[in-house]
C-alpha cells in the first residue's frame, strides 16, 4: 500500500512537471471531457464475468496500482504473466544474433532513444512509474497496467509524460495523452468495470502513435485501422473480419506471437491451414492461408507459384499509409533548432494530409520532415531477422547508415521479398568514435534536453550519460536508413498489386536480385538476335518482293 | 501421267491447320505481350490466356502426331535432298524471270523438298523447344527446388522459349511471303480450304484412288 501512494504521488508530480508534450506544437490549452465509447468495435466477448458486478471494482481508485491490485485479487498470476512479457521489459535477446534489443536498448531513425527521455517515452510502458532506463522496470506486482490494454470503456488513457501513469483528478491544462489529444481526467472506476479482451484501440493507443504521433513511426499502424473500411484493412474492418490484433497476434500467458526484431517470414511448419484464434506460435499470413492460399485455378496455381519467393504482403499491401492518415518518411535533426523572427522556436506546417489536417514540415525541436500517403512500399529479400546498429557499433559515416539492417538470400528457402517502408533520417553520431549517439531530448526542467534548450552539444553529452555509453564530445549528422517491415492494411484481393506492376520494364521489382521476373527486359541478348531473325526474314521478304516487282515477273505466272 | 484435283488434305488436316494458325497468333500476341515487347494487354491476362492456348495446342499436337503415324502421313514430311537444289534456285532466280515452280505435287508428296525440310526442322526442332521450354517454364515450381541455381535455369528456360517464338514469327512471315509465289495467293491458300489441289497423278494412282477411294478424286469437267 505504501508503494500505491508513492507512486501516485509520482505521478502526480511528474504531470505536474511534465507541462505540454507537444511544446513546439501551437495547441491551445485544454482539458477535454472523456470519450463517450471505445475507439474501435469488436465483437461480444463470451465471457461468463460481468465486471461491473464485481464489488471488489465499485470504488474510488486514486491511482493506476490501486486498479491493479484489484485485478490480481482474482487474477493470481497475470501481474507476473506480464511482467515477463516484451510489453513490460522492453528487452529482447534476438535468438539469432545474440543481441540485445528491445525499446530500453535500441537507437531508431525517430526520436532516437528511450534512456534519458524517461517520463516521455515510458507513457507507453505497461505499467507505472518507470523513470531510469538504467534500471528494471519496477518490479511490484501492482506496477503493471491491466487497464491500458483491457480497459473497453474507451475513457482511460496514459499521461504523455507521466512514465505510464493515467490523468486523474485536476488535470493541468495543456497536458496531453499519450495519443496527442488533450487529456482528461479518467475515471478509473468506471474503467476497472468495464474490462474486456483488448480491441483495436486498446493496443492501438499507443502502437498506432509511435514516433511521437499517429502512424509517425511504422507506416503500416495508424488510428486508420480503429475503423478501417474495408479497402484500407480487409481483416480489421467490421465490414470484414473484424479482427482485432490478437486474433494474429494470439498470445499465450501474456507472451504474444510476432515479433518485429525476429520476424518469421514464412511458417511453412505446417500443411493444414488454421483457423483464426487456433493455436499457433506465429503470427504470419500462412499461419492461416497456407501456403497454396489462391483457388485451384489455372490463375491461382500460377500465383501459388509466387509464394516461394515473395511475401503475401508484397502484392497484397499495394501501399502504406492508407486510410488517410500521412506517415513520416524523412527526418532530418540536422536541422533542429531554428527560431523564427520573434525568437521563438520555428514551426512550419507545410504537408496538406488528404482530410485536410495541416501536418509539420519542420520543428525547432526536431528538425525538417517529410510525410507520405499511400506510400509505395520499398521491397527486399527477408529471411526475418534485423540486425540493429546499437549505440556502441561501429558506423561508417561516408555512407547511409542503416539504423536495422534486414537480412535475406535469395537462395536460403526462408527468405521471401518483402515490403518495408524505408525510413529516411538525418542523426547524431559521434564524429571521433563513429558511432551513433544516445540524445538527451525531452526534460522540461534540465537545462541539457535539447526540446527545451536547444543545444546539441549539453543533449547528447547527457544523453551518452544516461546510456552510459564513451563519447569523444564531438558530434556531426550522417544520413541513416531505417527498415520496417510492412505487414498490416492487407488489402481486399481485387485491390492487390496487378501482375505487371512488376512484371514490366521499371517495374516495381526493379534490380531485384536472385529472381527471375518475365516481362522486365524484352531487350537482353535473346531479344535482339531474335529481332535480328525476324528483320532478316521481313528483309529477305522485301527484297524477294522488290526483285520481282522490278522483274516484272509474278513468278510462274503461267497457272494464273 | 494425268493431272488431277485430287483432295490432298483431308477435314482433320485442314482443322490442325487452320486451329493451330489461331492458337499460334494468340500465342504469339500474348507471349511477346508478356515478355514486354508490347503492352496491349494486361499482364495476367496475357499470361492466362498464353497457357490455356499453349495447353490446348499441346492437345492439337498430340492428336496431330496421332494421326500423322495411324495415317502414315507423316512420311509426308520426310526430308529429302532430291529436287531442293532445283526448288532453292528457283526462289533465288528463276522466279524472277517468270519460271515455273520446278516441283510437281505427286500423290505421296505434297510439299516441295524444301518445304519438307522447313517442316522438318519446325516439328522435329523448333516446335518441340518451344512446348518443352514452355512446360518447364510453367511447371517451374515443380522443378525448380532440385536445381542448384533455380533462377538461372529459369532463366535459360525463358530465354530458349523465347528465341523459338522468334524463328516461328519468321517462319509464319516467309510462310505467308511464300504463298504469294507461283500460283498467287489464293490458289495457294484454296487446297487448305477446300482439301483439293492438283496432282500429278499416275496411271496407277489414278486407277487406285478411283476405285478405292473415289472420294478424293474430284469428278472431271468434260
Known amino acids: 500500500m505504501k508503494y500505491l501512494v508513492k507512486t501516485a504521488l509520482a505521478a502526480g508530480i511528474i504531470a505536474l512537471l511534465s507541462g505540454p508534450v507537444f511544446a513546439s506544437e501551437e495547441a491551445t490549452p485544454a482539458v477535454a471531457s472523456p470519450p463517450e465509447g471505445p475507439r474501435s468495435i469488436t465483437a461480444p466477448g463470451e465471457s461468463t464475468a460481468d465486471h461491473s458486478k464485481f464489488k471488489k471494482l465499485q470504488q474510488e481508485f486514486t491511482s493506476g496500482p490501486e486498479v491493479t491490485q484489484a485485478c490480481i485479487s482474482c487474477h493470481t498470476e497475470a501481474s507476473d504473466q506480464v511482467m515477463h512479457s516484451i510489453h513490460f521489459k522492453w528487452e529482447f535477446e534476438h535468438p539469432e544474433t545474440g543481441q540485445v534489443l528491445g525499446k530500453s536498448k535500441v537507437i531508431n531513425a525517430f526520436c532516437g532513444n528511450v534512456v534519458g527521455n524517461e517520463a516521455r517515452c515510458t507513457s507507453c510502458h505497461a505499467g507505472y512509474g518507470w523513470t531510469d532506463m538504467n534500471q528494471p522496470p519496477p518490479q511490484q506486482e501492482t506496477a503493471v497496467d491491466c487497464l491500458v490494454c483491457h480497459d473497453r470503456s474507451g475513457q482511460y488513457t496514459k499521461t504523455a509524460t507521466g512514465a505510464g501513469h493515467p490523468p486523474l483528478q485536476n488535470v493541468k491544462p495543456g497536458t496531453k495523452t499519450i495519443t496527442g489529444a488533450d487529456a482528461w481526467p479518467v475515471d478509473l472506476a468506471k474503467a476497472a468495470q468495464s474490462v474486456g479482451l483488448p480491441g483495436r484501440d486498446n493496443c492501438g493507443s499507443c502502437h498506432f502513435y509511435g514516433g511521437g504521433g499517429d502512424n509517425v513511426k511504422h507506416g503500416d499502424l495508424s488510428s486508420a485501422l480503429y475503423m478501417p473500411s474495408r479497402d484500407v484493412d480487409v481483416h480489421m474492418s467490421p465490414d470484414g473480419g473484424n479482427f482485432t490484433c490478437s486474433t494474429c497476434h494470439v498470445s499465450e500467458k501474456h507472451q504474444w506471437s510476432g515479433s518485429r526484431y525476429a520476424v518469421n517470414a514464412v511458417d511453412p511448419h505446417h500443411d493444414k491451414p488454421l483457423k483464426p484464434g487456433e493455436r499457433r506460435d506465429v503470427a504470419t499470413c500462412e499461419s492461416c492461408h497456407s501456403e497454396t492460399p489462391h483457388p485451384a485455378n489455372i490463375m491461382g496455381m500460377k500465383l501459388n507459384d509466387h509464394t516461394d519467393k515473395v511475401a503475401c504482403q508484397t502484392c497484397h499491401i499495394p501501399a502504406f499509409a492508407r486510410g488517410g492518415v500521412a506517415t513520416k518518411t524523412f527526418w532530418d535533426w540536422s536541422t533542429a533548432g531554428k527560431m523564427d523572427e520573434n525568437g521563438k522556436p520555428l514551426v512550419l506546417h507545410d504537408y496538406t494530409q488528404s482530410d485536410g489536417q495541416e501536418l509539420h514540415t519542420y520543428l525547432a525541436t526536431k528538425g525538417d520532415f517529410e510525410w507520405g500517403e499511400d506510400v509505395k512500399p520499398y521491397y527486399a529479400w527477408f529471411d526475418g531477422q534485423v540486425r540493429y546498429t546499437l549505440g556502441g557499433d561501429k558506423i561508417d559515416p561516408s555512407k547511409p547508415v542503416d539504423v536495422n539492417q534486414i537480412k535475406g538470400d535469395p537462395n536460403d528457402g526462408s527468405s521471401r521479398i518483402w515490403p518495408f517502408k524505408k525510413m529516411i533520417g538525418k542523426q547524431a553520431y559521434d564524429t571521433k568514435l563513429d558511432h551513433l549517439v544516445y540524445t538527451h531530448v525531452w526534460g522540461p526542467t534540465t537545462d541539457t534536453a535539447f526540446w527545451t534548450n536547444y543545444d546539441w552539444g549539453k543533449a547528447i553529452e547527457a544523453g551518452m550519460k544516461a546510456a552510459g555509453v564513451e563519447y569523444s564530445g564531438e558530434f556531426g549528422f550522417v544520413d541513416t536508413h531505417m527498415y520496417w517491415p510492412i505487414t498490416h492494411m492487407v488489402a481486399p484481393a481485387d485491390e492487390a498489386v496487378k501482375c505487371g506492376m512488376c512484371h514490366s520494364e521499371n517495374g516495381r521489382l526493379e534490380g531485384m536480385a536472385g529472381v527471375f521476373l518475365p516481362g522486365t527486359d524484352s531487350m537482353n541478348w535473346t531479344g535482339i538476335l531474335g529481332r535480328l531473325i525476324v528483320l532478316a526474314a521481313l528483309a529477305g521478304v522485301l527484297l524477294h518482293t522488290a526483285i520481282r516487282i522490278f522483274a516484272g515477273k509474278k513468278g510462274d505466272d503461267t497457272h494464273g | ?222
Not at chain 2, 519446325?122 to 518443352?132: D, E, Q, T
Not at chain 2, 522468334?166 to 500460283?183: D, E, K, P, S
Open chain 2, 1 to 222: 501421267m494425268a493431272k488431277r484435283c485430287v483432295k490432298v488434305y483431308p477435314r482433320f488436316e485442314r482443322l490442325w491447320h487452320w486451329s493451330q494458325v489461331v492458337l499460334i497468333v494468340v500465342l504469339m500476341f500474348t507471349g511477346f505481350g508478356i515478355n514486354g515487347l508490347h503492352h496491349t494487354l494486361h499482364f495476367g491476362p496475357a499470361v492466362m490466356l498464353h497457357t490455356i492456348a499453349a495447353l490446348a495446342l499441346l492437345v492439337l499436337w498430340i492428336f496431330a502426331t496421332f494421326w500423322l503415324f495411324t495415317t502414315g502421313t507423316w512420311r509426308q514430311f520426310i526430308p529429302s535432298m532430291e529436287g531442293m537444289m532445283q526448288v532453292a534456285l528457283f526462289y533465288a532466280w528463276g522466279v524472277f524471270q517468270g519460271k515455273k515452280h520446278p516441283y510437281k505435287k505427286v500423290l505421296l508428296r505434297k510439299h516441295n523438298p524444301l518445304q519438307a525440310a522447313t517442316y522438318f526442322g519446325l516439328k522435329w526442332f523448333v516446335f518441340p523447344a518451344i512446348w518443352s521450354t514452355g512446360l518447364l517454364y510453367l511447371t517451374y515450381n515443380w522443378w525448380g527446388a532440385s536445381v542448384s541455381e533455380p533462377s538461372f535455369a529459369l532463366w535459360v528456360v525463358a530465354n530458349l522459349h523465347l528465341l523459338s517464338a522468334y524463328v516461328i514469327a519468321a517462319f509464319v512471315i516467309v510462310h505467308v511471303y511464300l504463298l504469294t509465289v507461283g500460283h498467287g495467293f489464293r490458289a495457294h491458300v484454296r487446297p487448305m480450304v477446300t482439301g483439293y489441289d492438283e496432282v500429278e497423278l499416275t496411271a496407277e494412282e489414278e486407277a487406285y484412288l478411283a476405285a478405292d477411294e473415289p472420294w478424293r478424286l474430284k469428278p472431271q469437267k468434260s
